[in-house]
């Protein structure tokens, strides 16, 4: 008996409804470029999972703050309209208050150590407290050790900062460090940061050199100082409710693919901070590379004793002496 062609249509139609309804489509948002950092670490997470899973799984990213500030899209992946935001650590601490600690001045001592700490015992701990809120961490990804830019004058010591009104983060814990530098810390959400450099609403700004590049802010600011005064964590953040979505096979190859893009995204931050620096002077800046740290640690002796208080001076010591 033969089959008609109408019927080998409405067959391969079918089929390839079968096969469209098969893929998942995850959106993943991010704060910068899609060449930055964050994009790296992103497109490595994304390519992992769409080969893993054999194409069942797949990307829709979005960089650039399109889907809004870092804090933004944290809630939209609590509520389930966000799949995946890979995201600095400043506005997590509002949502899994462990992570706060990771967030003090002058913490870490340089990127091993901070690399070391996360991948350890410690940052592992901090993983397991983000389910409780709705939210659940993937991997530690990087962001990088923050430095000052401002556009009145350069930076060598904490004086030189002091009544600089600078764009922070909404974080507590960076914005009692920078009071004490005299700084006039202004919370303000990423995607509203360039316009107010450029119309002169802040001073200054303080990020890693990735961001600096990636952001172009060497247009509207001319100082660079090389503080490293935070040293800023990032992670791949999802939900508990796509977690439990996924078999167990396709669960290790979401995590293999975020340790993959924790690996990525951090050797994009060394590629950045070993040629970066060069490429804003081109571009005009200038830096300071040699500032006063002592005086800068110093300054924040008394807020440490706060710090001391909040989060347990045991817990800050483990982290500063982990080997």
Known sequence: ?????LLLSLLAAAGLA?????QTVVKIGYATTATSHYGVGTTEFCDDIEKGTQGRYKCQQFPNSALGGEREMIEAVQLGTLDIVNTS??????FVPEVKIVDIPFLFRDYDHARRVL????GQDILTKF?????FALSWTENGFRHM???KRSITKPNDASGLKMRTMENKVHMD???AFGIQPTPMAFPEVFGALQQGTVDGQENPIPVILASKFSQVQKHLSLTGHVYSPALLITSPRLMNKLSDADKKVFMDAAKKATVAQRKKVNDDENNGIAQLEKEGMT???KVDGQAFRDALRDVYVSYSKEFGADNIRKIQDFK
């Open 287 to 289: 830096v300071i590379r």
């Open 1 to 5: 008996m033969k089959t008609s062609p």
């Open 119 to 122: 991948d350890g015992p410690i």
């Open 177 to 179: 460090g920078y009071r």
């Open 149 to 151: 830019t401002n556009s």
């Open 89 to 94: 650590t400043g506005p997590v601490g509002n």
């Open 131 to 135: 389910p409780a809120k709705g939210l």
């Open 18 to 22: 079968q096969g469209a309804f098969a």
